[in-house]
């Protein structure tokens, strides 16, 4: 049983494998946190609440209630009675005044989990799953509050998320609804963040929590290349194998926050939901609201083991496309090959040459459409440009087939460009201000899709093209972030609502894609990985991480990313030297062995790069395949950060049973008088021998843990290895 409740005690007790998180009532029904952390198996108190600590229990003593609730650990505070610590909710009555507070009417535990209506959540069946409703109310307001923790036990994972309904007679005003509040002693707590720019996404930063609040958001429309909805608290000293890690990360991909508080009596509250910048939210009597879901897990055994419990958890909880647990087929993109630059005889040309080499899909990238030869025009016309594709697009396509290649093709569905068809017809579908010119950025607006017929227009420019060819992939990019908010759509009243209707916009149209395409390949995309969040893994089992393909560049991005995803989901592909953003030139080996462990792939014109890089392309492909269901379905480990030493990065992927180990090291700088490097590799079974492939060496998975191993032998700046170690 995942879950109890234990009726005396007002405790209930939620536990997974390797953890437990505790929740007690205080007498007066405040919802208290009790302990998150390793696993409890005897008896439990709730002592830890430190009601009698306090003199100031509203029940007993009403003379300092705010001094209590600024002090009490609470799983859900509310903004505006006297907590003031960062505020989970803050509602607006009809007076004008903001503040509630909720108490405890009931709750339910039942096997399973139910959906959250309208956003992509985790799901599992009764036998993986078993969820917490906490029902509590505020007697003023007449509004029901529901705080739902769904425990997957195997996973080490506590999902929450909130819902609140008006069962009043009055119009409130939500203007914060976060999703998940932890409130714990300070442990000298570190904050992990994945912080990032274009071209730079998701690099880690750690630092010493202060006193004050430690934020990171996004007010940009989307999860953004800059911040990422991830933190995590970590104990002093915590490694990839020893400390404590308290994460959480959201499924969701507009605007953000999370932040942790160190407050005055040295608790530290953390908390996560969507950002109350420019949010507020209109609930009308009987209407109700769905925050999104916060992914939380401890790990008591350092940060190694929250990777794994996460990417176990998306792997079998979160992505549900068919892809998830199959391969990929190894696709060739023309993006970096030609840009805008491109006719059906140039696809047809790069097409010939991949399938040579053993390349299964040709993806056509941005350009195809409309009269777009650059990135100032077209965004809306998703009409076949027939000047580039002559023929036609099914004729492009069944060709393409024909040479043995699956098609691919590119949209920006959410956007809309000023010189457009589109935008002649409807410029009040531009989100917008009226009477002030909306900022272009990339020459473009962004559509409003709160408005259900500019939605069915995207969709069915989308879905058209879909049905009109043999198309079995779609990059879904989307190449700006929002501004102006403002639509035509709605009324004076609403208009802070559609950050957030945006973001429920794009579901329902990703949810109709993935409903009426199963099979389709959905790779999500944003200027790069901007848009590399759980909301979108759940539409789509790939993500492209960065428009920055260096292979240097890509280990700090792709270390950041598989903290936190499997390895699977990032896009990633080899392209042409000198790389087109930062302008190094790397062996196309290490190229292929960074790639490798994501979705891999080709971004270059295969018929202009050199004879000899081409000629590697067929090992490169046969690699793939002979890895990719270890690099897919394995437990990952970091074994060692270029981030850190500045020297060189090591990573690697163990089969479940630990039959297999693939260590992949990329030395980024020579030393002198480096003749051998020790590394302590992980991930391996201590009692059992391994044989390292291509050699006739021999080890036990404990000498190559404990004693280490050795890489020899290697020479120069970027230069990679890849060691294949099979259970004897
Ligand atoms: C974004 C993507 C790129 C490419 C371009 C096309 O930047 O990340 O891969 O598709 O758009 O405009």
Not at 42 to 55: A, I, K, T, W
Not at 362 to 378: E, I, N, P
Not at 681 to 694: A, N, V
Request: charge should be negative; hydrophobic fraction near 35%.
């Amino acid at each position: 049983m995942a879950v109890s409740y234990e009726k005396q005690k007002k405790i209930f007790k939620l536990d997974t494998e390797k953890s437990t998180y505790l929740i007690g009532l205080s007498p007066e029904g405040y919802v208290g946190h009790i302990y998150y952390g390793d696993r409890l198996n005897q008896n439990v108190d709730n002592y830890l609440l430190r009601m009698e600590e306090h003199p100031f229990i509203p029940s007993v003593n009403k003379r300092e209630k705010s001094a209590f609730l600024d002090f009490y650990p609470i799983e859900y505070p509310s903004g505006g009675v006297g907590d003031y610590r960062e505020s989970c909710i803050n509602i607006r009555n009809s007076q004008g005044c903001m503040g509630s507070e909720f108490f405890y009417t009931s709750h339910e535990i039942y096997k399973g989990k139910h959906k959250l209506e309208g956003l992509p959540a985790s799901f599992g069946t009764e036998e993986e799953v078993e969820t917490l409703d906490i029902h509590c109310h505020d007697e003023i307001l007449h509004l029901e509050l529901l705080l739902s923790y769904s425990v997957f036990e195997k996973e080490n994972i506590i999902t929450r998320s909130v819902r609140i309904e008006n069962c009043g007679q009055q119009e409130v005003r939500l203007e914060k609804i976060y999703s998940a509040c932890l409130d714990m002693d300070n442990e000298d707590f570190e904050m992990i963040s994945l912080h990032g720019s274009w071209a730079r996404e998701r690099h880690i930063q750690q630092g010493r929590l202060h006193y004050g609040k430690q934020i990171v958001s996004s007010a940009r429309g989307e999860s953004s290349h800059q911040e990422h909805p991830f933190i995590a608290l970590v104990t002093p000293g915590t490694t990839q194998k020893q400390g404590k890690v308290y994460a959480m990360h959201f499924v969701y991909s507009g605007n953000f926050t999370a932040q942790a508080e160190l407050t005055q009596f040295d608790s530290v509250r953390m908390v996560m939901g969507i950002n109350g910048e420019e949010f507020s939210w209109r609930l009308a009597p009987g209407e109700a609201f769905q925050a999104p879901e916060v992914v939380m897990t401890y790990s008591g055994e350092g940060l190694g083991q929250m990777s794994r419990s996460y990417h176990d958890f998306y792997r079998n909880y979160l992505i549900r496309s068919s892809y998830n647990h199959k391969k990929r087929p190894i696709l060739i993109n023309n993006w970096e090959a030609t840009y805008f630059d491109f006719d059906t005889e140039k696809l047809l040309d790069i097409a010939r040459e991949a399938k040579k080499c053993g390349i299964e899909m040709l993806v056509m990238d941005d350009g195809w459409f409309g009269h777009r030869s650059s990135d100032d025009s077209s965004l809306g016309d998703w009409f076949v440009n027939e000047n580039k594709i002559t023929g036609g697009l099914k004729n492009l396509v069944d060709q393409v087939n024909e040479i043995g290649l699956k098609f691919g093709i590119w949209f920006e569905p959410e956007m809309i460009s000023p010189d457009s068809e589109l935008y002649k017809k409807h410029p009040e579908w531009a989100i917008q201000i009226t009477g002030r010119e909306a900022t272009q950025s990339r020459n473009q607006y962004v559509l409003d899709l709160s408005r259900k017929e500019v939605r069915d227009y995207v969709y069915e420019c989308v879905a058209a093209v879909l049905r009109s060819a043999n198309i079995e992939y779609v990059k879904w990019d989307m190449n700006r972030q929002l501004s102006d908010m403002g639509s035509t759509y709605l009324g004076r009243e609403d208009q802070q609502e559609l950050f957030h209707r945006y973001v429920l916009g794009v579901y329902e149209l990703q949810e109709r894609l993935v409903s009426e395409f199963p099979e389709l390949l959905l790779e999500n995309c944003s200027g790069g990985g901007a848009r590399f969040d759980p909301g979108m893994l759940y539409y789509s089992p790939q993500i492209w991480c960065s428009d920055d393909t260096d292979a240097i560049e890509r280990l700090l991005i792709q270390e950041g990313t598989e903290l936190i995803y499997p390895l699977a989901a990032m896009g990633a592909h080899v392209s042409d030297c000198p790389n087109h953003t930062v302008g190094r030139v790397t062996p196309f080996e290490t190229r292929g062995h960074v790639a490798l462990s994501g979705t891999f792939g080709y971004e270059l014109d295969i018929t202009k790069i050199s004879e000899e890089e081409r000629s590697m392309i067929p090992e490169q492909t046969a690699m793939y395949h002979k890895y990719h269901d270890l690099i897919r379905e394995g437990d990952y480990f970091r074994i060692a950060s270029y981030r850190e030493n500045h020297l060189y990065d090591c990573w690697a992927s163990s089969a479940k049973d630990r039959s297999e180990v693939l260590v992949t090291y990329v030395q980024v700088l020579g030393q002198a008088n480096c003749h051998s490097r020790k590394i302590y590799l992980d991930g391996f079974d201590p009692d059992k021998t391994y044989c390292l492939e291509g050699t006739d060496e021999e080890y036990t998975g404990e000498l190559l843990m404990k004693a280490g191993f050795l890489i020899r032998d290697m020479r120069g700046d970027f230069q990679s290895r890849l060691y294949h170690f099979i259970v004897k």
